[in-house]
Structure formats: C-alpha cells, structure tokens
C-alpha cells in the first residue's frame, strides 16, 4: 500500500514492539480497516469488471502513478503549498486582528460583525474569476481564495473565545487591579486560545479545497491546475494521484495545527483528558 | 446595635440602598443598610440566599455602586476600592493555563512587580497555604479546598488591609470547610486584616467573628447585630460548648419571628 494507508500498516508493525503503542493506535483500527477494506473492494471492481484506466483507476494503478510522476507532483505541490502558507497566514493576521477588535469595541461588533457573518453566504468560488480581472494571473489571486475561505472560522471562533470569559473572572481581575488592557491580554486571550485553535484547525482543513478553486478559475501550476490539465486528457489515474497527494497535505495542515495546539495549551490537553478520566 | 464609636471605623456603610430591575419592575434587594467595621476586626453578614449579600459586598468591593447612600473606607468616601480592598469568592476563580504559582502572583504582576520578585514572595508563603510542593501544577490537579487556598494567597499576596470574603467555602465539602474555617483563624490570628465575610453558615460566622450583621430574606435589612464574645484564640471545638449554643440560639430569633413554616425551611438550609 503506497498511499495514506501505508502509514497506518507501517505502525502496525512498530505496534508489537511497545504495549503502550498499541493502546495509543487502538481507536485507529476501525477506520483503518473500513478505509483498507474499500481499497481492496475497489482494487477487486475494477479487477473484475474490466474498468478501463481512464474511467476509474484502481487503487494500485493510482499507486504506481504516485510513484511514476513523484517529480511532477512534487513540482506541483510546492506551488500549492505556498498558496496554502501565504493565504493561510493572511487569513490568520487578519482574523486574530478583527476578531480582537471586535471583542473590544461594541460598536464594532454591532456595525462590522453582521457584516462579516453576511460575507460567508458570499459564493467564494464566484468571485475567484474576478480576482483574476482584479489582480491578474499570477498567485495573488489564489492566495486571496485561500485567505477568504480560512479568515471566517478563525475570526470568528476568536471573536466567541474572546467574548466567552467567565464575568466572575473580570470581576476577580478588576478586584486585583487590572486595567481593561490587563484584563484582555491576560484573561480574554488565554480563554480565546483553544477556541482560536478550533478555528485554525477548521481554516486549515478547507484551505486545500480554496486552493484548488484558486487553481481551476485560472492557473499555470499547482495539483488543483493538473487536475484540470490532466482530466481533459483522461489521465485519471493522475487526476486521482493529485487528489491522494491534496488530501495527505490537508491531514497533514491539520496535524501539524493540532502538534502546535498541545505544545502551546498544555494545560488545556491535560485537563481535558483529566476530566475525560474522571468520566470514565 | 452594635456601636464601635471608640475605634477607628475601616469600611463605614451608611444608608445603602440599591435596587435591580427584575422582569420589568424595580425591585429593591438592599435596604437601609447600615455597617462598620473597624480595624482588624473580623466580621460576617449572614443571610438567607437572595438576600442580596452578594451584591453587599460587590458594592463595598467597588464591583457595583449603589442607588443611594455611601460606603467610606478609612473615612474617604466616593475612592474607588478596585485594586485596594481583597475580594474572594466562593468559586476560586484560578485561571487554568496558569500553574498554582502563577495563579497567586496574578495580582502583583498585575501591579508591575517582575514574575520572578512575585514568585519569590509567594513561594514564601506556599507552605502555610498548604500548597508546597503543588506550586507547579495546573489548577485542576487540585482539590477543592487547596484551589480556594490558592485562590487565599493570590487575595492574601496582595497584602491589602481589607479583605471581603463571599462564602469562600461555600463549595467545598463539609469536613474541608472545618478545616479550612480552622486555617482561616490562624491566618486571620497571625495577620489581623480586616476581613468582612459573608456566609450562610451560622456555625462559621459565630466560629471567626468578631460582629454578626444578620441580613433578612429580600428586600436585605440588618435585623440584628450579634457581638461574638468568645474568646480568641479560638478552635472548631468551642462549636460544642454552651456559649456557642446559646449565640447560635440568639441568631435564630430574627428567623423565629418569621412565619413558622419559613423559619423551619430556613433552619434546614442554614444549620450544619
């Protein structure tokens, strides 16, 4: 198994080696063997039926395509990735930047808010092709769809962490003497953070998705432009090989947000799974 | 009533009045109260709940003001006593990202002084808040009453002359309540702030007080001032003995002239 797949089956082996291991993978067993189970159920259709390549190909053939065109695909990916990075990084300067004014000034929350949450029902995938009009061909406009689509779950999943402090907790703060400035950055902003993280988690997850829409309205590389490139073509193998490489980069965006999570709430993981044990 | 005219009156409340809107109309919670407390003395309000205790204090504290009449501290009236009056609550408000340490240099850290000088005076303390050795560990690896000793140093760090105290161990079990309402004599014994603590226990306020403010079902009205003569120091042991029963008794008349059935309820809740 050459595709995400072959992770798991690698830990599988470590697994006999450490007790503990095993527990850890455990809730990974189920999925695993659902996902192993479609890919053979799959590899046997296409076996059986006599499925032409170009129509749907098997799970190994979009193996070797993985292993064949490495180069291309890697080519590819950086692009998108760089997307991905720059899109990402606006969106999360000017989420944290709006929801934090927005928790700190009524008049914001009441004028620019409404407006924010009305700017999601905008069809984002509309108005990539006039970004292209509006800031050309080259990879500002993908950039832009990504900052659009990751901006509203961080903006707003701060603006509620923000504005989810227990009253108690101003009050004991103000008893103590802070200032307004104090009660924000060392009250508001701890208790925004996990939910800031949410909102990162959710972001990064459709950030792959925004880049491929980026790509399709117009581009010259990228995996989302050699989807297009490719399906005319009927290289589907390629086209699936592309769509492998874009998921194993958003699980990837997500676990390296969730690794940074618990490196900078340590508190928040370990009194969750101390609450978890008391449920138990 | 109670009058301390000979000594130099800490928090003076004359007059106070304040009402809330409740569905719609005014509805008066506090009225008329009238309370001193003088310097190093400990003193309690005892109150059935609702009966507005709560926002007593938060208005001494300075958290709330009130419709009419004055709260004076060292006879200045109309300061501000944010930042200058020690205020706990019954829950013991820890942050959770921060460790036991950090939770109880939150004050001075707030007021300027460098983590590291804070975290020297506060490890200073920790033995006697019965924390040494927990000063690393987040807040939910504690129990209940080593939070709200947490919760004491951060108040107690601040080193303030008053300290108003909201049923600090309202939440906690019945046997680590003895035994923090035990501590909480020490400390007071051996550092004589002046302390207002409101509670809805008669034992402890008898136990810790100089002075009991008995407060009335809403609206709130000082119905009796009861002097605790017992003599200091004291220990939870003195709940046994006849003085103790007998200013326990004196406590429960204001509830006896109540409607029979409404003194009985109230007794049920308030006694121990």
Same mark, same amino acid.
């Given at each position: 198994m050459k595709d995400p797949t072959g992770e798991y089956t690698s830990g599988h082996r470590g697994q006999g080696k450490i007790g503990s291991a095993l527990s850890k993978l455990r809730p990974w067993a189920a999925p695993v063997t659902i996902l192993l189970g479609i890919l053979v159920i799959w590899e046997l259709g296409v076996q059986v039926w006599d499925i032409p390549k170009w129509q749907l190909p098997s799970p190994s053939a979009i193996g070797q395509e993985l292993a064949a065109s490495r180069s291309l695909l890697l080519e590819h990916t950086l692009v998108t990735l760089e997307e991905i990075v720059l899109g990402f990084i606006a969106a999360l300067a000017s989420g944290l930047?709006?929801?934090?004014?927005?928790?700190?000034?009524?008049?914001?929350?009441?004028?620019?808010?409404?407006?924010?949450?009305?700017?999601?029902?905008?069809?984002?995938?509309?108005?990539?092709?006039?970004?292209?009009?509006?800031?050309?061909?080259?990879?500002?406009?993908?950039?832009?769809?990504?900052?659009?689509?990751?901006?509203?779950?961080?903006?707003?999943?701060?603006?509620?962490?923000?504005?989810?402090?227990?009253?108690?907790?101003?009050?004991?703060?103000?008893?103590?003497?802070?200032?307004?400035?104090?009660?924000?950055?060392?009250?508001?902003?701890?208790?925004?953070?996990?939910?800031?993280f949410s909102g990162i988690k959710v972001g990064i997850s459709v950030s792959v998705i925004a880049a491929v829409i980026g790509e399709w309205v117009g581009a010259s590389a990228g995996l989302g432009y050699l989807i297009t490139y490719s399906q005319p073509l009927f290289l589907t193998d390629r086209v699936f090989a592309a769509i492998v490489v874009l998921s194993a980069m958003g699980i990837s965006l997500f676990v390296l947000a969730s690794v940074v999570e618990r490196l900078m709430l340590p508190w928040y993981y370990t009194e969750k799974r101390a609450n978890s044990i008391e449920r138990m | 009533m109670a009058s301390d005219a000979g000594i130099t009156s800490k928090i003076r409340v004359e007059s106070l009045n304040k009402s809330f809107n409740v569905d719609g109309h005014r509805e008066l919670v506090l009225d008329d109260i009238q309370l001193t407390v003088g310097e190093g003395e400990f003193v309690s309000i005892i109150g059935p709940s609702g009966c507005g205790k709560s926002t007593l204090l938060n208005i001494v504290a300075g958290l709330d003001s009130p419709d009419s009449g004055t709260v004076t501290f060292e006879g200045n009236q109309g300061v501000s006593a944010l930042g200058r009056v020690g205020y706990m609550q019954q829950k013991d408000l820890l942050l959770p990202w921060r460790t036991v340490l950090d939770n109880a240099i939150l004050g001075l850290e707030l007021h300027g002084m460098p983590r590291r000088q804070a975290r020297t005076r506060a490890l200073e303390l920790t033995e006697f808040f019965g924390l040494k050795g927990y000063e690393s560990q987040y807040p939910y690896a504690l129990s209940g009453g080593m939070k709200q000793r947490a919760a004491f140093l951060r108040t107690m760090l601040m080193d303030q002359e008053i300290v108003l105290l909201d049923e600090p161990f309202g939440a906690l079990d019945a046997l680590t309540r003895v035994q923090m309402q035990e501590w909480l004599l020490q400390l007071w014994e051996s550092l004589r702030k002046t302390i207002v603590l409101i509670t809805h226990d008669m034992d402890e306020a008898i136990l810790l007080s100089d002075r009991v403010y008995v407060l009335t079902h809403r609206p709130g009205r000082v119905t009796m001032v009861l002097d605790v003569d017992l003599p200091r120091p004291r220990s939870? &042991?003195?709940?046994? #003995?006849?003085?103790?029963?007998?200013?326990? =008794?004196?406590?429960? &008349?204001?509830?006896? #002239?109540?409607?029979?059935?409404?003194?009985? =309820?109230?007794?049920g809740k308030e006694g121990l």
């Open positions: 930047v709006l929801a934090t004014a927005i928790a700190y000034s009524r008049i914001l929350e009441r004028s620019v808010y409404p407006i924010v949450i009305a700017s999601q029902t905008v069809p984002i995938i509309a108005i990539a092709p006039l970004l292209l009009i509006w800031v050309g061909y080259g990879i500002a406009p993908k950039v832009i769809v990504v900052a659009l689509i990751c901006f509203y779950p961080i903006a707003v999943n701060t603006v509620d962490g923000l504005k989810a402090v227990d009253p108690d907790m101003v009050n004991m703060m103000k008893t103590l003497g802070a200032s307004r400035w104090q009660v924000f950055t060392k009250l508001q902003m701890p208790t925004a953070m996990p939910y800031m | 939870y &042991e003195q709940v046994t #003995e006849p003085q103790f029963a007998r200013l326990k =008794s004196r406590l429960l &008349e204001p509830l006896r #002239e109540k409607k029979r059935e409404v003194a009985q =309820s109230l007794a």
